[in-house]
């Protein structure tokens, strides 16, 4: 069985952090490992954090003093499980379970299938015998953005942002290293960094999107509506930096 980590990026997540599904999870999958990565909460989510990890091995938390926002978390976390310990796989997803833990077997077992791949991310695509449950508007506004993203990336990308991504840890270190240019928009730079490094046609042979069996929106979203003016510049910004 593949050894793998999954990186959770938290900000006051204390009453959205389903601590059962989690125990639950880590208690059905020994080959599962989590790295909890407290952004600055100032609420109560460290504590609820560390009593997570009481006694658990598996389970690592890093504790940044000050709100970093949710694209240099996850880049401390995949850098840190790195370091952990030898993985056969690191990926992330979001710390209310949207994404349900389980659905990471089907992004191992999709990346399994042709040792090539290194990177398979979840898709929320709504289909006969899957359960996607998303706000109308959000789902709007995000099929348009996911278009015009998928445009600047020239790759035939149906869901950038979707907060479930694995990763094999040969090449992660190079993508993750520098700091992103886009708190929010981070997603659409690893998308970039690959095609950087790998140039475009082998960076597509290489990735493999995923349709989730299950997605389900848990409450507000965290990214304000102020910021949605910012997004044609930050995407602008990233098409310069990365030359797309």
């Known amino acids: 069985m593949q050894k793998i980590c999954i990186v959770i990026p938290c900000y006051n997540e204390a009453e959205r952090l389903p601590q059962d599904d989690y125990i639950y999870f880590y208690e059905q999958n020994e080959n599962i490992y989590f790295y909890f990565v407290n952004d600055g909460s100032t609420d109560t989510t460290k504590a609820v954090l560390f009593s997570l990890q009481n006694q658990r091995e598996r389970i690592k938390i890093i504790d940044l003093e000050r709100n970093r926002g949710k694209a240099d978390a996850v880049r ?22 949207a994404t349900p833990l389980e659905e990471v077997f089907l992004l191992a077992n999709a990346m399994s299938e042709d040792p090539d791949y290194l990177v398979s991310f979840g898709s929320r695509i709504k289909r006969l015998g899957s359960t996607i449950e998303r706000n109308p508007a959000r789902h709007y506004f ?40 886009s708190t929010w928009l981070f997603d659409i730079e690893i998308f970039a960094r690959f095609i950087t490094a790998l140039g475009r046609d082998e ?42």
């Open 76 to 97: 401390t976390g995949i850098l840190e499980a790195l370091k952990w310990r030898t993985f056969d796989m690191i990926g992330y997803f979001d710390a209310d379970l």
């Open 142 to 181: 995000g099929r348009i953005f996911s278009t015009v993203a998928s445009i600047i990336l020239k790759i035939p990308v149906y869901d950038t942002q979707c907060g479930a991504k694995l990763f094999r840890p040969g090449n992660i270190k190079e993508i993750f290293q520098a700091p992103f240019l």
């Open 203 to 244: 960076a597509l042979e290489k990735m493999i999107e995923v349709p989730l069996t299950q997605w389900i929106e848990r409450g507000s979203s965290k990214v304000s509506w102020g910021y949605l003016f910012k997004i044609p510049f930050e995407l602008l910004k990233i098409k310069k930096k990365y030359s797309l």
